[in-house]
């Protein structure tokens, strides 16, 4: 698989199966976390074995099941690129274990802040979680919003590369499915841009990331 098999194939799951995430592939996850927490400065672990983070009520309304492992993005509250840099790197971890074998779900409200054993200094903030593990499915695939309902630019007179980058940020998760992100073009770069809301930073992440990924071409 590689990485625009692995974002067609990704989709979030909520139940997972009784299966330790260990050996070669829990030493090459947590290889990638720690390549990504270097280049992203934030703080990025994986907590594995842990049934506490999601035993809360809006994790079982969320329907939870067995989302004992997870990884948890942590940053100094003074950061204002915390949020989509979390996002950015979050999501190429979460393809990197689509590759492997491993499902996941971003989770930004439902699981216990409190309960979380990531290490949190003052000063420092919980932005998110992945949930990880080997899923009972694959997941379903979510409505889309279409190219012209983000883009000014008709796809005919795209670029290829930028096409390929617009395609691919559809894909991309966001926090309640709403894609609340534009993009254009600016000469030979890309501009993507969102509104303002709950997790919409992390969501211009992640969006950056695939279009990214796809296109080889950098975007602001």
């Known amino acids: 698989m590689d990485i625009q098999e692995a974002i067609l194939a ?97 989770v930004g409200g439902t699981y216990g802040k409190g309960k979380c054993k990531i290490d949190k200094n003052a000063g420092e ?9 080997y899923g009972e499915n694959e997941g379903q695939a979510h409505k889309s919003k279409t190219v012209d309902k983000i883009c000014d630019i008709s796809p ?21 499915n709403q894609q609340k992100f534009r993009i254009a073009l600016d000469g030979e770069e890309a501009i993507i841009t969102t509104k303002r809301g709950a997790f919409t930073k992390v969501d211009l992440g992640i969006v950056k990331y695939h279009f990214e990924v796809v296109s080889g071409h950098k975007c602001r």
């Open 156 to 176: 005919d007179d795209m670029p290829v590369w930028f096409r390929n980058g617009v395609k691919a940020a559809l894909m991309a998760p966001t926090a309640l």
């Open 10 to 106: 990704r989709h979030s799951v909520r139940q997972y199966k009784n299966e330790p995430i260990e050996g070669p592939v829990k030493e090459k996850l947590e290889g990638i976390i720690g390549d990504c927490e270097k280049e992203s400065g934030l703080k990025i672990r994986l907590i594995t074995d842990d049934p506490e983070c999601f035993d809360t009520f809006l994790a079982h309304y969320g329907k939870f099941k067995n989302a004992v492992n997870y990884i948890a993005f942590v940053a100094d509250k003074s950061d204002q690129t915390a949020d989509e840099k979390a996002g950015y790197y979050g999501e190429k971890i979460v393809l990197e274990a689509q590759m492997m074998g491993l499902n996941t779900c971003w």
């Open 125 to 133: 903030k919980i932005i998110c979680v992945i949930a990880i593990g």
